[in-house]
């Protein structure tokens, strides 16, 4: 159940990342503007117009698929009235950040919100006619009780420093006004995070990579404040909280529709896709056909 979800998001967050590279630069002044130059290499020039089809050479048929897909699941959702409760899109955004670790960090973003919400209508779109038993939908809760049984999670960035000396100095200049996504990326021992400026995503209680210390740490935080020099095994963490999550454990009325979809689905020969509804939705566009693998 959770493969299929991932790797949904993963697309999807490509796709945005495609999306708002196109629009951006579709929007800026100047838009059309064929002679204007976007870089230099020696005497040559690349104008706005190559770079544009560069762009929708690599991106464009993907990114209109994209909004293409997204449109006739909002016309379909209409038209068959379905709706995402709130208290089940909170649900998913909290499984997602909890179960995904370094993932979760981008699941504040709205655009991303939007994406799981329309994953969510898509699901049940795809699965509004299925019937399944309220038996099975029980033993599956009853054997994957675990998968709703959410740790209290904390979303942290860390700068990872090799000595004391070096942590009180970075604290200094914490204290005195300094970006610490800035000074990670500066100084930080730990090079994946410090790519993220310190950024490491949500951790559970039950994280075993991270020092006992580290989540004992964490738990005493208060959002939006960072920590004193924490003793590592080599070296020194300094923490900074962004968001504290505390634990749930979901019953199982509260992810009975949510089982119910996931068990359709994997009934299902065809792909998790909104292509199955472009006919419905009466779709044509630039590329020709109404269907496109």
Request: charged share 30%.
């Amino acid at each position: 159940m959770l493969d299929k979800k991932q790797l949904w998001l993963i697309i999807a967050a490509l796709a945005i990342v495609n999306i708002v590279t196109v629009v951006y630069f579709m929007t800026r002044p100047g838009w059309g503007m064929e002679k204007e130059t976007v870089a230099t290499v020696g005497n040559q020039k690349i104008n706005r117009q190559e770079w544009l089809n560069e762009l929708e050479e690599r991106y464009g048929k993907d990114t209109l698929r994209d909004l293409v897909d997204k449109k006739v699941i909002e016309n379909m959702a209409d038209q068959y009235d379905i709706k995402i409760p709130k208290k089940s899109l909170e649900r998913e955004l909290t499984l997602y950040k909890t179960l995904y670790g370094a993932e979760g960090q981008h699941l504040n973003d709205k655009a991303f919100e939007e994406e799981v919400k329309t994953n969510l209508m898509l699901e049940e779109l795809l699965t509004k006619d299925a019937v399944i038993s309220e038996k099975d939908i029980q033993r599956y809760y009853n054997e994957n009780e675990s998968l709703f049984d959410i740790p209290a999670s904390y979303h942290l960035s860390q700068i990872i420093v090799s000595t004391l000396a070096d942590a009180e100095r970075t604290l200094k200049e914490l204290e005195g006004g300094s970006s610490f996504s800035a000074l990670a990326m500066e100084r930080s021992l730990d090079e994946f995070s410090s790519n993220q400026g310190g950024d490491i995503g949500f951790v559970s209680e039950e994280n075993e990579r991270l020092a006992p210390s580290v989540l004992k740490e964490a738990r005493d935080m208060q959002e939006g404040t960072w920590s004193g020099p924490i003793k590592l095994e080599k070296g020194y963490a300094i923490l900074f909280l962004h968001e504290k999550m505390a634990g749930k454990k979901y019953t199982f009325s509260e992810v009975k529709d949510q089982i119910r979809r996931q068990l359709a689905i994997e009934q299902m020969d065809t792909p998790v896709s909104a292509r199955a509804f472009w006919n419905e939705a009466d779709v044509t566009w630039f590329y020709g056909n109404k269907e496109e693998d």
